[in-house]
C-alpha cells in the first residue's frame, strides 16, 4: 500500500527522486550478484577438479607410504624429523567488495625439501615425503576455494536479498506514492480549473447583468 504523503509537488519530485535511485540500486544488485555467481561457478568448476587431483594423490601418496614401511619398517625418528607446515601466508582480493582469500605457501628451500637424512632410508621415503608434499599443496588450494566459495555464497544471498527488498517492496511503494501523489494532483488541478470556469461565468453573468 502507498504511504498517503501528503499531495504536493515537492513530494511528488522527492519520491521520483527516490524511485529513480531505487531502480539504480536494484540494477546495480542485479548486476553484483551475476557478477558474484559467474565468480562462485568458476570456482565450484575449479573445486571439482582439484578434488579430483587430491583423491588420486591421496591414494597415491598412501600407496607410496605402504611401499616405504614395508621397505624400511615404521621409522618414527623420520616422521618426527618432518617439520611443521608454517609457510602459509594469506592475503586477500576483492570481487565486487567481497573479500577472497589467497592462501601462498613458500617452497621448500632444495636443501630442505627432504627433511632427514638419507644415509639410513631407501628412495620409497623420498617418494612418500614428495607426494605428500604434493598432497598438502593441493589441500591448501582447495581449502582457498572453497572457504572463496563459501564467502562468494553468503554474499549473494544477502545481494538477493536487498534486491528482493527494493523490487518487491521498495520500488512498487514508490511507485504507488508517486501514482497517489500525481492523481491527488491531477484532481486538484480539476478542481481548480472547475472553479476557475465557474468564477468567470459568474463574473460574465454579472457584467451581462450590469449592462442591462
Do not use: W
Request: with cysteine; hydrophobic share 40%; glycine share 2%.
Amino acid at each position: 500500500m502507498a504511504v498517503q504523503a501528503v499531495p504536493t509537488k515537492g513530494n511528488l519530485i522527492n519520491t521520483k527522486k527516490s524511485l529513480a535511485l531505487a531502480r539504480i540500486g536494484y540494477d546495480l544488485l542485479d548486476r553484483k550478484r551475476s557478477i558474484l555467481i559467474r565468480e562462485m561457478m568458476t570456482l565450484i568448476d575449479h573445486a571439482n577438479a582439484i578434488q579430483e587431483k587430491i583423491d588420486s594423490a591421496y591414494a597415491e601418496a598412501y600407496f607410496a607410504l605402504q611401499r616405504a614401511n614395508i621397505t624400511n619398517g615404521f621409522c618414527e625418528d623420520i616422521s618426527n624429523s618432518i617439520p611443521i607446515e608454517d609457510s602459509l601466508e594469506l592475503d586477500f582480493r576483492s570481487v565486487m567488495g567481497v573479500e577472497i582469500p589467497i592462501l601462498t605457501m613458500k617452497e621448500p628451500e632444495p636443501h630442505s625439501y627432504l627433511p632427514y637424512g638419507t644415509r639410513t632410508t631407501n628412495s620409497a621415503i623420498d617418494n612418500a615425503c614428495i607426494l605428500f608434499t604434493q598432497v598438502k599443496t593441493l589441500t591448501v588450494e582447495l581449502a582457498e576455494i572453497e572457504n572463496s566459495v563459501y564467502r562468494l555464497a553468503d554474499a549473494i544471498k544477502k545481494t538477493q536479498k536487498r534486491a528482493n527488498a527494493l523490487k518487491n517492496i521498495m520500488i512498487p511503494r514508490f511507485e504507488e506514492t508517486v501514482k497517489y501523489i500525481t492523481d491527488a494532483l491531477d484532481e486538484k488541478d480539476r478542481e481548480e480549473f472547475s472553479r476557475l470556469k465557474v468564477i468567470k461565468r459568474k463574473k460574465l453573468r454579472d457584467s451581462m447583468n450590469q449592462e442591462a
